[in-house]
Nanobody
Framework: QLQLTESGGGLVQPGGSLRLSCAASGRTLGYYTIGWFRQAPGKEREGVACITSNHMTNYPDSVKGRFTISRDNAKNTVYLQMNSLKPEDTATYYC??????????????????WGKGTLVTVSS
């Protein structure tokens, strides 16, 4: 069974940066497409980044140019570098996996394994 554990969340001021990590155990991530998602209180869960096994990436416009997803298959870990953070980025961030195709598509309702999340708070 694949288990995912997120870390790196915390409190940061607007304009600051954080790097989230998603460490996998139980299986190798090498063949999986990985997504980062977030959910703010009272809002639906939304995708913020997606990366395929061959490192193709995709981002929604809301984070494009500010967030970067990357993967280190040797460490079985996926990262989310978040720069220029805004108060509206405040949410619990989750990583999730699926055996996707060649395109970086990470549908919220199409992911197979999920971590428990890490809280990011952007506030002064």
């Amino acid at each position: 069974q694949l288990q995912l554990t997120e870390s790196g969340g915390g409190l940061v001021q607007p304009g600051g940066s954080l790097r989230l990590s998603c460490a996998a155990s139980g299986r190798t991530l090498g063949y999986y497409t990985i997504g980062w998602f977030r959910q703010a209180p009272g809002k639906e869960r939304e995708g913020v980044a997606c990366i395929t096994s061959n490192h193709m990436t995709n981002y929604p416009d809301s984070v494009k140019g500010r967030f970067t997803i990357s993967r280190d298959n040797a460490k079985n870990t996926v990262y989310l570098q978040m720069n220029s953070l805004k108060p509206e980025d405040t949410a619990t961030y989750y990583c999730a996996t699926t055996l996707g195709g060649v395109e970086p598509i990470c549908p919220v309702d199409g992911m197979d394994f999920w971590g428990k999340g890490t809280l990011v708070t952007v506030s002064s």
